[in-house]
Every structure is written in structure tokens, then in C-alpha cells.
């Protein structure tokens, strides 16, 4: 919304500079985004005195001026005739830009070189004539602005209004806040109707046949009156608010609605077939075209103004091209109603138009302003058309919309603003925007919104209208009185703050990747046809197509960071992401919220350590990631956790001989493991990389918080180190289980320093060194008892595994 | 340094082997290589003192030399099986041997224990880089979330969380936000049906938290919220932090001088805070809340567009029909509700300019914060 400061003050007397009334405005709610220069247009038209005058050698009807700007002396060449020697006049600059777009140059006409133009009033958009050079005053220096030798000095006021403020929809709503807020008084614009001659009832009539959507509608007609431009003062007043002029009855429409804020709309009446108005709804699939020249296709919900034809109006939203104002109409019917809010709303979505009068019908008019705004209208046309205004007025009101009774009390708005006021100030900020206050008793109020305030239903409007022209800044800052309740910790907070603490820990670094992914990213995973995450989540609406459906892995969204790192060079990456994936629910009921499951999955490509100059690249492995699994499971303490090569379908991205699934008991937490080469390529990636894929809820349910100390031993601990030799395919963590279940409470740990395949062990065999710690917690064990039990395990274990004991060498 | 160490005991070591099992015969020419031997030990003691390069490295040496089974002393011991003629020359050479390297081995621990540190004998080149243990970073967005968390965790607010996939009903209705109402408008949705949306802001949370527990109710809500907007200060999805507190006789003051407090502990003290009327169909009043400009300090610049004041948040007292939705007596209850963009805030905080480096995820990037 826009209003000049100009236009404001033919309602409103403002004695204050423009810079703090924008802020006084931005301050009661109505926020100002922009204050603008009006003639900031006209900064490089100056006022030149011409010095010399001369006829053009080469055109005859032209002249070269010898024009003095103030600065100097410059060549203009001119085609006006009324202009001589002495006269002082505007002239253009080089890089002027004149309201018509055209920007002013340094050029040569017929061989003359010309620095400037001589302009019109109307070519400077200050007037209307446009018949020769606009003359200035004597008294004008060469050299200054031409705004400021015209006295031309407005600013616009550019407001970013909130959707409930359709009250300022219009210079008088706006007028109406300033006179609020400078505590002075609106001056409205003086109605004075014409006599009329022909009663209206004898020539027209209004039938609304759909008083849902059409509460109210009015409606006058001006007979003989005569199109043609508008005076000036009113093509002023619209051009202030950036609206074109384009015929006084049409001019006079669009000032109503911009003053008043009620939209008009003039039909040629003589164009209106039986001449009279029928309010209805549309056929089904009906064809109407719009004066944009564009056709549209009708619904049954769309209300439509109709003569006794047809439609000849999309009611509340844009005019019909048949019946649209042109030179040779004669007569106008000039129509103001109240439309319903819905309907109007969603005609025009329904159509993608938004219009000055679809905006205001959509967020509510005044009802109580229809003839007002009528009745000005018909006064302002008469007066620049001429012609006779027909006597009476149409008003058919077959919906009369309630007027709003609410009762507020002081105290209770003290307790919700935090304020003390007393009654009378209450009283006095409501009166200040024209609410209709009386006390009901030394508490309570009785308050009658006035219709144009379609915001205030309810106490607390009222409060809010207290406090803003209070001036939020004038209530106390406070602090709440409140009990003190310790809530318990969140596990899954808990947990997410641990996973972020060991992830970091370990050097990897967040990411957060869009929620949405492209269609194509479940094929890019390989995931198999029945894959519960193929049934994704859709958006109807994306943006765009690889934001077309909710992830259902988080590892696309690491891969196209890989992606988009490798293609700047960051060729090393250990990344994780935190987040929710979304199922689809089986079922088809549309109402079905999908299943969010929040996932934790981390990715690590390039180099195993940060590349410095002590150390040669070596590249990540499996058991790198790895470690990391181990590192999660160890910082959240989850137990059982054991890892089993890969075998469910759930990660057929995952390199099978190169990917374990994590287990915690029986319960599958996910996966760790490298990334599929068809993966890989599929994401366009070279390099090899290696990811952890966890369900996150599973790692909250699986997360233990007990700990609890154990005794350390005074006593010393002995190592004995044995190395099997085994088939290859036995499983590590089965030797160590296997070893674990014997339950020798002697033995500290078990763990494997090394493991060898090659020459001299044969193939299909591997050592497997292991080194057991024996301690007590009760004394110092012996070498013969300590080689005694070892010797029993070692036993054990080579038979259980059918392992052999390397050959020693001599 | 260490090799030079090893060497020299191993030389000394076996001296005295061959001084043991030594047949009689060769005594004399042991005798005299006796002498000669101990020169040289003296010798390579006074050398390995000038590279040594710490205390305990003294020590050792020390105790390798002179201590109680040191090379020199073992030397003496031995003098009683030499002849006798020999003894008082060789007792003599190996008591002063023993002397000097005492001073010697004395001066050394002295000086370290001055320097009480390294001697730059053989100096690192100390610019060289450390070797560095790898340090991820947390998202900027995951530490700015949790800094504003924290502040209202200090004051008491439970921290809870909603669907990003949201019914109509939770996102707008109960909201006070109807269907066909123009403040539709300021939120451009994703939809996945006809009544499900990705949430447009973390506001739906509020409704969830109030239909599942009655006053009083102290939380803040952060999450992801979406709306279909793409340029240099939207992106389709962002963060939003949410606030409620819902109890008997909560004031509009009492939602200044928490955002107050919000503001002074995520920014500083000295920022001030302006609130002006705004509306939110959930809240009556509704206010807007700016900041002032924390790169200009409200003098005016590019980032406020010289406003000198930075929108940063909006709140109000939650609306009477956003009660009635949910039950709540809105006779005794009163609450305030406020939300945030957290990457505005971020954005303000660490003077990042394009909110969509956010989402790159460009190492670089991550690696500042």
C-alpha cells in the first residue's frame, strides 16, 4: 500500500517531519517499508535560462537555444515554438530519465550537437499540458531542481500492511491512524449530491439471486455524461499513488477506491442488456472474458455480476470487457457492494488474478461505506464528466452484516499488557480510531467496532488497540512469576548430544541436507522393488524435481556432499548427519501421517588421517569406520553389541565381503560398511567411501545409562600371547566369544594384536595372534599356574576351532 | 642422541666382560689397558654430557657412570685384584676420573635443572604444524539451535519437538489460521495431500504440546520448517525455534523481558530490543521484535537497511481461539508464544550473508564455525 504525503494531507493536518511520522506509524503497526522521494525523478532537470536563440541550419523547424544550467552554457536543439531569448525553463540532462523511460543523451540532430531537452509539463509527469515548454517563474536560478523552482515536494509512504489492516487499505484508513497518533482530528471529504432528475427505479434494476456471496449491493447511474480526461488535479492524486489516469469516469473509480477504499466499478450502462443488474453465480464451465483481454473459464462458485444477458463482471474482482467504459459512452452505472470474503478469495485464486479490489474484497470492506464511497463517487463524476445524476439510489442489503458489541475490562487488560491504566486513558486510545466507547461500570466498557474495523471481534482486539497506541515500548518489561519444575532428561536428547559429541569427537563434522529429495535417489541406492523406503512421501507442489519427495535414507544427502566437496576439491571428508526420514504409511487413508524415524548415518572418504607433512596419505578402510561404530556404541553404552557380516536386504548400497551389520542383542541397529562402486557411480563419484547407517531410535532404546565401578586389582596382571592358525573363515569375534563363554575368571581380557595370511601359512589359513591378561583380585598369580590355565585355553580353543599351533622354528 | 647412548654402554660393558673372564695371563696387559680404558670412558662420558638433552637423560648417565653400579665404580672395585705395585697408580687415575666426571655429571644437572627445560643442542624446528587429531564441527545451525536452547533451558523451558510432516488441521486451523484466510498468504506451503503440509512454521508444536498436558506449560520448540521460497535469504527448508509459556497472570511484559533476556544472552547486553504491533492470527496482541542492527549499532547500514534495527522474531499473547481450540480456560490462562528464524540469527551472529551456504555443506564452510 502507498499513500503520498501529499494526498494525506488533504484529510489530516501533519506537522511533523515525514521521517518521524513513518516511524510513529511503523511503531502503532502499520510498518513502513519504504519512504520515497516523488520527484526524485526529476533530479537531473534543472532550470535553464535561455541566452541565445537561433534557427537550426539544416531543419526549419527547429531552433538551437544556447541554454546557461547554472554550471555552464549548453547547445539544446528544441522544436517548441513558445519559447524565446530570457525565458527560463526545465531542461533534461544527459542521463535524465523522463517519466516516459526515455533517457536523455548527448546526440547530434541534423548535424547539431544538442546536451539536454527543453520539456513540457507532461512530459515531466507535473502536469497535463503537454501544447509547449512549461515557462517557469522569474524568479527561478539557473542551475536548481526543477521540483524545487515548482514548489514540487511529496514523499511516498510505501506501507507493508498485516492481513487484518484492510482499514488501511486507503489514504483516509492511513489518515485516520496519523490523526491518532498526532491526537488531532480527520477531516473527511464534504458529500454534496447533485439534484437528480429521472428516478433510478425508473431506468435499472439490481437482483441478487445469491445474497450468501452478495450480502450488499448499491448501485447509481449518471446519465449524458461526457469521457475525457481528467482534471488535473485528479490525475495528480492518482499518479501520487503510481495509478495511471485513463478516463475521468474510470479516474474517478480508482480515486474512490484508493481514498476510501472501497472498490467501484462503472458499467457503459447503455451496454447492459435490458439495463439492469442480476447478482448470481456462474454456469458451470461458462467462457467469460475479462477487459485484460483474457478469457476465463467460470465455476459454479464464482459469483458474477450479470446484466439481462449474461455476465458482464467478475463480481468483486475485474470488469467484462463488453461492458467496460469507453470514449462514445453516454451513461454510467456505478456499482459498490460488499462481497463475501470466501467467495472473492477463492474466485481469485481459483483464476490467478489478484486485483486492487480482489485484495480488498478478500480481506473485508467496509459495509457501512458502500454509499458513502457511492455517493462521492457520483459527485466526483458529475463534477468531471458532467452529466445528470439519476435520482436515488439502489441498495439492496438482504444480508445486513451484524454490527459488533464487545465488552472489555480495564483490570483484565492491565493483567494481559502488564500495564496500569486507568479507565479514562483506556478509554481515551480507543476514541482516538474512532471506536464508539461508553463505561459500563468503573471496570468494564462498552465498546461498538466501527464497521471498517472487520479486525476488532473480541477483548483482546481491544487490548492490542490499547497497547499499540499505548506504544509497546511504554509497557513495563517484567519478568514471569513461576513455579520451579525440573523436567527429567529427554533420552533422545540425551542421546542426540552424546552423538554429536563422539561424532566430533572422532573428527567427523555435521552436515544438514534438505528433508526433500529427487524421485530417483531409491534407484540410485539399488534398493530392491519392494524396499519399504520406495514408498515415498510426495510433495505436490516441489519447488523443484529433485525436491520432489521426503528422504527416506539419509544417504543420498551425504553422497551429494561428497559430490559437491569433490567438485571443489575437498577430497577428504568425514561427515555425519542427524535427521528424519520419512515412511510412507501402508495404509491408503489420505488423512495418515507418515512414520518419521530419525536416522544417524556418517560417511568418510580420502585420507585415514588429516594430511600433514609427517604422514604419506593412507587411505580409509573398512576397519576405520568401523572403529567409529564402536566408538558410538562404547560412548552410548549399548550392550551386546556385536557386528555379523552382511546379510539382510536393507543396504544393497553396501559393498557385500565389506559390510557388517551392527547388532545390539538381537536388535539390528544398521550397517557400516563400504559403498557399492554402481553406488558410487550412480552419485557420479570416483573415490571409494565408506558410510555407517543407524537407526537412531533403535540407538536411544539400546542406550544404557548404568554404570557402575568395578575394583581395580592391587595385584599385577601376566600376558601370554598365542598365535592360532585357522581356517580363514573363522570369525574373530567367534573366537573370542567362544573364549569368553569358558568364564575363566582369570583371564583380565582377550584381545588380537595380530592377524597374517601368507607364507609360510598355507593357503586358505590365517594366524590369528591373541593376547590373553591373566589377574586376580585376591594375589599375585604364579608362572606355573598362570601357564597351566593358559595352556587348558589354548587347548580349548584348538580344538573348538580346529586350529593349529604355528610350527616353531629352530 | 639415544643410538649415541647405547653404544657407548655396550663399549664400556664389554671392557669389564673382558676384564672377568680374562685367563691370568693376560692380567698385565688388562692392568694396562685398564688405565687406558679408563681414559676412555672418561672420555665418552664428557662427550655424551655435551649432546644430552634432558634431566632424566643426566641421571641416567650419571648412574650408568659414577652410581653404585656404574661403569666406573665396578672399574674400582676391581683395582683390588690388580697387582699391587699397580694398584696406588691406577687407584688414583680412577679416583680422579671418578671426580671429574662427578663435577662434570654436577654442572650438566645444574644447568637443566636452570633451564628446566631442553637444551636446544639439536632443536626442533617448533613451526613446523603439530600433528593435528582430527576436530569435526557441529553444523552452525546445530550450535545456534543449541545456544538459544540453552537459554531457555537456564530459565526452566522444556525443550519438545513435532512432526515435519504436518495435518492442515495442527499447521493452520487450530491456529486460528482458516482455510480461505488471507493470512494463508504469508505462508507459501508444501503440500502432500489435501490436509497434510510440511509444517510452514514450528508454531503447529505449540497445539500438539497444549492438547497433551493442561497449564502450566514452560517449552521451546526447535525444528525444521518449510515454504516454497528459494533466494539469498530464503531457502525451502530453515529453522525455527519455538516458545510457549502458558500459566496464570502472564503478561505482554513478562514476553518482553524474556526476549529481552534472549536477546542480551545470545547477542550482548548493550543490544536493544524495539517491539512493535504486528499480527499473527495465534496471538493477540502480536508483536514484531527488532533488534538493533548488531553490525552498525543502529547507525544505520546495508544489512538494516539503514533502519538501524534488524526484525529478528515474532510473538504475542497466545490468542483466546487458540485456547478454545485446545480447552484451555481462557478466563484463568494466559500465555505468551514466540518464534524465530535460526538462521537469521546465525546469519546476524557469525555475518554470513547468503542463507544457502547453510545447506552446501561445503567443508570450508562448516570448518569456520
Known amino acids: 500500500m502507498k499513500v503520498s504525503l501529499s494526498w494525506l494531507k488533504d484529510y489530516v493536518t501533519i506537522d511533523v517531519d515525514v521521517v518521524k511520522l513513518a516511524e510513529a506509524l511503523t511503531m502503532v503497526g502499520l510498518e513502513v517499508d519504504a519512504l520515497v522521494d516523488r520527484y526524485a525523478y526529476l533530479d537531473r532537470v534543472v532550470v535553464g535560462h535561455i541566452v541565445e536563440i537561433a534557427p537550426h541550419s539544416n531543419a526549419h523547424t527547429l531552433s538551437v537555444c544556447r541554454v546557461d544550467v547554472g554550471n555552464g552554457i549548453r547547445p539544446v536543439v528544441c522544436g517548441a515554438t513558445n519559447i524565446k531569448q530570457g525565458d527560463l525553463v526545465p531542461i533534461a540532462l544527459p542521463g535524465a530519465q523522463l517519466p516516459s523511460g526515455h533517457t536523455i543523451q548527448v546526440g547530434e540532430i541534423r548535424g547539431q550537437v544538442s546536451e539536454g531537452m527543453l520539456c513540457s509539463e507532461a512530459e515531466l509527469a507535473v502536469g497535463t499540458d503537454s501544447s509547449g515548454i512549461l515557462l517557469l517563474p522569474g524568479t527561478a536560478t539557473p542551475g536548481i531542481g526543477v521540483a524545487a523552482a515548482l514548489g514540487l515536494s511529496d514523499t511516498i509512504i510505501e506501507f507493508d500492511l498485516t492481513p487484518n489492516r484492510s482499514d488501511c487499505l486507503s489514504v483516509i484508513g492511513i489518515a485516520r491512524e496519523v490523526a491518532a497518533i498526532l491526537k488531532t482530528s480527520l477531516r473527511y471529504p464534504r458529500l454534496k449530491l447533485p439534484p437528480g432528475e429521472t428516478p433510478i427505479e425508473k431506468i435499472t434494476s439490481v437482483i441478487i439471486e445469491s445474497p450468501d456471496h452478495c450480502p450488499r449491493y448499491a448501485a447509481r447511474v449518471v446519465l449524458d455524461v461526457q469521457i475525457g480526461e481528467s482534471p488535473s488535479w485528479l490525475q495528480e492524486r492518482l499518479h501520487s499513488v503510481g495509478l495511471r489516469a485513463i478516463n475521468n469516469v474510470v479516474d474517478v473509480t480508482n480515486f474512490v477506491l484508493m481514498e476510501m477504499g472501497q472498490p467501484l466499478h462503472a458499467f457503459d450502462f447503455d451496454r447492459l442488456a435490458e439495463h439492469r443488474i442480476v447478482v448470481r453465480t456462474a454456469r458451470e464451465g461458462q467462457a467469460f472474458t475479462t477487459l485484460d483481454g483474457a478469457e476465463r473459464t467460470l465455476n459454479s462458485d464464482m459469483l458474477m455480476i450479470c446484466d439481462g444477458k449474461g455476465p458482464v463482471a467478475l463480481a468483486g474482482i475485474m470488469g467484462g470487457l463488453e461492458s467496460e467504459i469507453e470514449d462514445d459512452t453516454r451513461s454510467a452505472l456505478i456499482e459498490s457492494a460488499y462481497f463475501d470474503p470466501i467467495t472473492i478469495r477463492r474466485t481469485a485464486k481459483r483464476l490467478g488474478v489478484n486485483t486492487e479490489s480482489s485484495y480488498r474484497f478478500e480481506r473485508g470492506v467496509d459495509p457501512d461505506g458502500i454509499t458513502k464511497a457511492l455517493d462521492r463517487a457520483a459527485q466526483l463524476m458529475v463534477e468531471t464528466a458532467g452529466g445528470k445524476l439519476a435520482s436515488g439510489v439502489i441498495d439492496n442489503y438482504p444480508r445486513p452484516i451484524p454490527e459488533r458489541v464487545i465488552e472489555v475490562s480495564v483490570k483484565r487488560t492491565n493483567r494481559l499488557l502488564g500495564s496500569r491504566l486507568n479507565q479514562e486513558e483506556v478509554i481515551s486510545y480507543l476514541k482516538s480510531v474512532e471506536l464508539n466507547v461508553a463505561p459500563l461500570d468503573k471496570d468494564r466498557l462498552r465498546v461498538v467496532a466501527p464497521t471498517f474495523r472487520v479486525d476488532i471481534e473480541r477483548p483482546e482486539d481491544l487490548m492490542e488497540e490499547v497497547a499499540r497506541l499505548r506504544g509497546y515500548d511504554q509497557i513495563p518489561t517484567t519478568h514471569p512469576l513461576s513455579h520451579v519444575v525440573a523436567s527429567p532428561q529427554d533420552k533422545k536428547l540425551e542421546c542426540r548430544s552424546r552423538l554429536r559429541e563422539i561424532l566430533t569427537g572422532c573428527g567427523f563434522s555435521e552436515i544438514v541436507t534438505y528433508s526433500f529429495i529427487g524421485k530417483d535417489a531409491c534407484n540410485k541406492l539399488l534398493l530392491p522393488d519392494n524396499d519399504p523406503r520406495r514408498q515415498m512421501v510426495s510433495i505436490l507442489n516441489p519447488l523443484t524435481e529433485d525436491q520432489a519427495v521426503m528422504r527416506t535414507s539419509l544417504v543420498p544427502g551425504l553422497l551429494a556432499t561428497m559430490y559437491r566437496n569433490s567438485t571443489q576439491r575437498n577430497e577428504d571428508l568425514r561427515i555425519f548427519e542427524l535427521g528424519k526420514i520419512f515412511l510412507s504409511p501402508p495404509t491408503a487413508d489420505r488423512d495418515e501421517l507418515p512414520e518419521e524415524v530419525q536416522m544417524i548415518s556418517g560417511l568418510w572418504t580420502g585420507a585415514r588421517y588429516d594430511r600433514t607433512w609427517h604422514l604419506k596419505g593412507e587411505k580409509v578402510d573398512f576397519y576405520d569406520i568401523k572403529g567409529i561404530v564402536d566408538s558410538v556404541c562404547a560412548g552410548l553404552n549399548i550392550k551386546g553389541l556385536r557386528y555379523t557380516p552382511l546379510d539382510s536386504p536393507g543396504f544393497p548400497y553396501l559393498r557385500l565381503g565389506h559390510t557388517a551389520e551392527v547388532y545390539a542383542g538381537d536388535e539390528l541397529l544398521g550397517a557400516v560398511g563400504e559403498l557399492t562402486h554402481e553406488v558410487l557411480q550412480n552419485f557420479e563419484l570416483k573415490q571409494p567411501a565408506y558410510c555407517f547407517d543407524l537407526n537412531f531410535d533403535r540407538l536411544v532404546h539400546c542406550m544404557t545409562e548404568k554404570k557402575r565401578a568395578r575394583p581395580i586389582s592391587r595385584f599385577p596382571a601376566t600376558t601370554r600371547d598365542v598365535a592360532l592358525i585357522v581356517d580363514d573363515a573363522i570369525e574373530a569375534q567367534g573366537v573370542l566369544d567362544y573364549i569368553d563363554g569358558l568364564g575363566e575368571e582369570l583371564i583380565g581380557r582377550v584381545e588380537i594384536f595380530d592377524v597374517y595370511k601368507g607364507p609360510p601359512i598355507s593357503r586358505g589359513k590365517k594366524s590369528l595372534a591373541l593376547r590373553f591378561t591373566y589377574r586376580s583380585y585376591e594375589r599375585s598369580l604364579t608362572d606355573s599356574e598362570v601357564n597351566r590355565i593358559h595352556e587348558t585355553m589354548t587347548q580349548k580353543v584348538l580344538k573348538q576351532f580346529n586350529a593349529q599351533l604355528p610350527r616353531r622354528s629352530a | ?369
Not at chain 2, 62 to 70: L, V
Not at chain 2, 296 to 308: E, I, K, L, P, Y
Open chain 2, 1 to 369: 642422541m639415544r643410538y649415541a647412548l647405547c653404544s657407548m654402554r655396550s663399549e664400556a660393558t664389554d671392557a669389564l666382560c673382558a676384564m672377568r673372564y680374562a685367563p691370568c695371563a693376560m692380567r698385565e696387559r688388562i692392568t694396562k689397558s685398564m688405565k687406558q680404558e679408563l681414559k676412555r670412558i672418561e672420555q665418552e662420558a664428557l662427550d655424551a654430557i655435551k649432546v644430552v638433552s634432558g634431566l632424566t637423560e643426566v641421571k641416567t648417565l650419571k648412574a650408568r657412570y659414577i652410581g653404585r653400579k656404574g661403569v666406573v665404580t665396578t672399574l674400582l672395585r676391581r683395582i683390588s685384584s690388580l697387582p699391587p705395585e699397580e694398584r696406588p697408580d691406577t687407584g688414583r687415575l680412577a679416583n680422579e676420573v671418578r671426580k671429574r666426571l662427578e663435577e662434570a655429571f654436577e654442572k650438566a644437572l645444574q644447568a637443566f635443572e636452570a633451564d628446566r627445560g631442553e637444551i636446544p643442542a639439536v632443536a626442533l624446528d617448533v613451526t613446523l604444524p603439530g600433528r593435528p587429531l582430527a576436530r569435526g564441527r557441529l553444523h552452525p545451525i546445530t550450535q545456534m539451535t543449541q545456544a538459544i536452547c540453552e537459554v531457555f533451558q537456564r530459565l526452566g523451558f522444556e525443550i519438545v519437538e513435532g512432526p515435519d510432516v504436518e495435518l492442515d488441521y495442527y499447521n493452520f486451523e487450530a491456529l486460528n489460521i482458516p482455510r480461505d484466510h488471507p493470512a494463508r498468504d504469508m505462508h507459501d506451503t508444501f503440500y502432500i495431500s489435501e490436509n497434510i503440509v510440511l509444517r510452514t512454521h514450528t508454531s503447529p508444536i505449540q497445539i500438539r504440546v497444549m492438547e497433551s498436558q493442561s497449564p502450566p506449560v514452560r517449552i521451546i520448540a526447535p525444528g525444521k520448517a518449510y515454504r516454497v521460497d528459494y533466494d539469498i535469504s530464503h531457502t525451502p527448508m530453515f529453522y525455527q525455534v519455538e516458545g510457549l509459556m502458558v500459566q496464570e497472570n502472564i503478561s505482554f511484559g513478562d514476553l518482553k523481558g524474556i526476549l529481552t533476556t534472549l536477546v542480551h544472552q545470545i547477542f550482548d547486553e548493550e543490544t536493544s530490543l524495539r517491539f512493535r504491533p504486528s499480527f499473527f492470527p495465534f496471538t493477540e496482541p502480536s508483536a514484531e521484535v527488532d533488534i538493533q542492527c548488531v553490525i552498525c549499532r543502529g547507525a544505520g547500514c546495508r544489512v538494516c537497511s539503514h533502519t538501524g534495527w534488524l526484525e529478528v522474531l515474532g510473538a504475542g499473547m497466545v490468542h483466546p481461539a487458540v485456547f478454545e481450540m485446545v480447552g484451555y480456560d481462557t478466563e484463568r490462562y494466559s500465555g505468551f508464544a514466540f518464534g524465530m528464524g535460526i538462521e537469521r540469527i546465525a546469519m546476524l551472529k557469525y555475518g554470513i550473508e547468503d542463507i544457502r551456504r547453510f545447506y552446501e555443506n561445503d567443508l570450508r564452510f562448516l570448518e569456520q564455525f
